[in-house]
T-cell receptor
Framework: DSGVTQTPKHLITATGQRVTLRCSPR?????VYWYQQSLDQGLQFLIQ???????AKGNILERFSAQQFPDLHSELNLSSLELGDSALYFC?????????????FGPGTRLTVL | DAKTTQPTSMDCAEGRAANLPCNHS???????VYWYRQIHSQGPQYIIH???NNETNEMASLIITEDRKSSTLILPHATLRDTAVYYC??????????????FGKGTKLSVKP
């Protein structure tokens, strides 16, 4: 158990819909990362937040957005969903924003878009 | 961050040592070698990291060649639960660099009874 929690575990929805994925980092960790893992693309970094502020952006689509709240939990919002958005979405946390920190991953949310 | 090359897959007998190679010939002086693994559809798990000296922890050993162009992750007594995809990642530990991990395709290790 990494100490990072993600909800829901599974999500099934239809094309065009909007969903919200939630992540609670390990106690004391200020940085949250979101990753997407699809069969054809592998594990891809989406976005990083540190203490409520966006820190780094990766291959995140404009239809996707995220935020980190004052209690440090984070939400990833996916809108106008397409079939290709079906994937595992992982959240990870680390103590600071720095690259030397080990990252602790949550169990993931499996999104299926029908 | 430097690019890494790993074999696509490897097999290992249960109880034997699993040696997973990684080539990182373009690694620069301030870049570390990190290893993570992902057991089927679970979140990736940190294993170990090192700069140039060999490192050991309760999970594994990391052997880095003197020229630092390659490394080997060693699981000394592999068990069926070590079956996973193992990712070798090279990262610079600069204070200003981004913290995200860049995953390649990794090595799928299958531990067989």
């Amino acid at each position: 158990d990494s100490g990072v929690t993600q909800t829901p575990k599974h999500l099934i929805t239809a094309t065009g819909q909007r969903v919200t994925l939630r992540c609670s980092p390990r106690s004391g960790d200020l940085s949250v990362y979101w990753y997407q893992q699809s069969l054809d693309q592998g594990l891809q970094f989406l976005i990083q937040y540190y203490n409520g502020e966006e820190r780094a952006k990766g291959n995140i689509l404009e239809r996707f957005s995220a935020q980190q709240f004052p209690d440090l939990h984070s939400e990833l919002n996916l809108s106008s969903l397409e079939l290709g958005d079906s994937a595992l979405y992982f959240c990870a946390s680390s103590p600071t924003w720095a690259s030397y920190n080990e990252q602790f991953f949550g169990p993931g949310t499996r999104l299926t878009v029908l | 961050d430097a690019k890494t090359t790993q074999p696509t897959s490897m097999d290992c007998a249960e109880g034997r040592a699993a040696n997973l190679p990684c080539n990182h010939s373009t690694i620069s002086g301030n870049e570390y070698v990190y290893w993570y693994r992902q057991i089927h559809s679970q979140g990736p798990q940190y294993i170990i990291h090192g700069l140039k000296n060999n490192e050991t922890n309760e999970m594994a050993s990391l052997i880095i060649t003197e020229d630092r162009k390659s490394s080997t992750l060693i699981l000394p007594h592999a068990t069926l639960r070590d079956t996973a995809v193992y990712y070798c990642i090279v990262r610079a530990l600069r204070g200003g660099s981004q913290g995200n991990l860049i995953f390649g395709k990794g090595t799928k290790l299958s531990v067989k009874p």
